[in-house]
C-alpha cells in the first residue's frame, strides 16, 4: 500500500481540465471572474416546485441581483432569493474530469470525502474546500464500493476483496491499512489463493451495523456476507436473491438490514437473537424492474424505506408502528431513465439517474406525500453515485447543503444547494394564484440530450 500526498487545490485541476475538455458555457468552475461577454450565461438556478428545470424557470441576470463580490468564494454570481414561491437555489462549485476512468463511489467522514473508481486510487479531498489531500493506492481497482464510519474506511475491489483502512488523522493525512477481509488462513487454504469466506464477483454495496460491529456485503454472486470487524472472519453468509445485490441499507434502531436486486424485489433480514445468523421477515415486491438503490429515512414520526429502480420509479415504504411491517406508501415519477442512486436526508431525497439528472424530493411533514423541488442539470451521462452532507440550517430552517455527485462522463461535481421551508397556501390563496395553477400542470422533466441520443442508439452504461 502506498499513499501519495499532494496539497493541490481542486480549483488548479479544473483550469487544466478547461483547456481539454469542452465543456457548456452552463457548468460552473468556481472561479471568480468576470464573464467575458454579456452573452454567456453563468450557472445560476432557481427552482421550482413543479417545473424546475425549464428554460422559463430561469431566471435572467438582470432580473435577479447577484450577490456581492467575496474573494475566495465560488458563491459570486449566485443568485439571491428573490420569491417565496421557490423553496431551492443550487451552484455547482466545483467540476473535475478524471482521466482515471469512471468514478463508482463517494463517502464522507467527518474531515474528508473519498471517491473509488476504475483505477486503484482511492482520492480523498478535505471538506468542505474540497482540496485534495492525496490518495491511497491500492494493489487492486475496481473500487465498486466505499464507506467511511468513525475512523475507518472500508473499500471493495476487483479481487472481491474488502480493505479496512485507518484515516483518523485529520491534519496529517496518513491512511493506514489495517487489514483485508478475508484473511488468507495459511493452514487450511495451502493449494488455493481464494478463501472460501471470498465472495465470487463484484461486491457492490457496503452497510455497517453500529451497535453490533458488523460491516455487510453485498455482491453480483447474489449473496450478503456478514464481517465481525475485530475479529476480523466472516460470521454469517447467505444467498440474499436471485439477481445480483445492488444496494444495502441498515436500520441502526432495529438492526433490521433491506437489500434490493436486479431480480426487482427488496427484503428485510433480520439477525437471530444472541445468534450470527440471519433469517427472512419480509419480500417487498411491487415492481418487475431491476432495483439498484436503497435509501432510509427515520423521523421520531416515522420510517420510510426508498428503493429506485429501472424503470425511472422510486417506490417508498412506510412502517407501521404496532406491527413493524412496511406498507407501500406509493412512488415517485419523474426521471425517465433509471436510478441509480439515492440519498436521504431529513425529509429530503436525492436521486440520481441514467437520464444524467439528480432530483431532490421533500416529504411533507405528517403524511407521505412528496414534492420535486428540482431537477439539478449538468452532468453528460448517467449520474452513478451520490453523497449529502448539511453544511448550516439556520434559526427559519433554511438547509445549506453540500451535494457530490459523480457521473460515468468521468466528472466528479460539487453543488451549493439551498432548501427554504415549506410555505403551507391556503385552498384560497392556491386558488387565486393563477401562475401556480399553470406551474402544477407543467410537470414535464427536462432530458439532456447527450445521453438520450446514446440511450436511444443502444449505448448503454456497464
Known sequence: MEFHGDQRNLWSFMDEERKSIKLPRRLSFGSNQQQSSSSEVPNLHLASA???????????????????????????????????????????IASLHRHEGNIFSITLSKDFIFTGSESSRIHAWKQPDCTEIGYIKATSGQVRAILAYGKM????????????????????????????????????????????QQHNDHISCLAYNKEDKLLYTGSWDKSVKAWKIN????VDSFIAHEGHVNGIV?????????????????????????????ILTMTLKFQLSPVNALALSLSN???????????????????????GRYNHGGFLQGHHFAILCLVALGELIFSGSEDATIRVWRREEGNCF?????????HHGPVRCLAVSLETENVVRVKGLLVYSASLDQTFKVWRVKVFPTEKLSLDESAKDPQREILECETSPVLSPSWVEKKLQGNFFQ
Not at 430561469?58 to 474573494?71: G, K, L, N, T, V
Open 301 to 323: 414520526s416515522t420510517t420510510l424505506l426508498y428503493s429506485g429502480s429501472s424503470d425511472g420509479l422510486i417506490n417508498f415504504w412506510e412502517k407501521e408502528k404496532m406491527s
Open 250 to 278: 441498515i436500520n441502526q434502531e432495529d438492526g433490521c438490514v433491506f437489500t434490493c436486486s436486479s431480480d426487482g424485489s427488496v427484503k428485510i433480514w433480520r439477525r437471530v437473537f444472541g445468534e450470527s445468523s440471519h
Open 50 to 92: 413543479a417545473r424546475p428545470s425549464t428554460a422559463a424557470s430561469e431566471p435572467s441576470i438582470d432580473a435577479i441581483p447577484p450577490r456581492p463580490m467575496s474573494p475566495g468564494t465560488p458563491w459570486t454570481l449566485s443568485p439571491v432569493r428573490t420569491s417565496p414561491s421557490q423553496p431551492l437555489l443550487y451552484h455547482c
Open 153 to 196: 474506511l472500508f473499500t471493495t475491489h476487483g479481487d472481491y476483496k474488502i480493505r479496512v483502512w485507518d484515516a483518523s488523522s485529520a491534519d496529517n493525512f496518513r491512511p493506514k491499512k489495517i487489514t483485508s477481509l478475508p484473511q488468507r488462513n495459511r493452514f487450511s487454504n495451502l493449494f488455493s489463493k481464494k478463501s472460501s
Open 370 to 378: 412528496h414534492s420535486c423541488l428540482s431537477v439539478i442539470e449538468g
Open 231 to 234: 475479529e476480523k472472519r466472516c
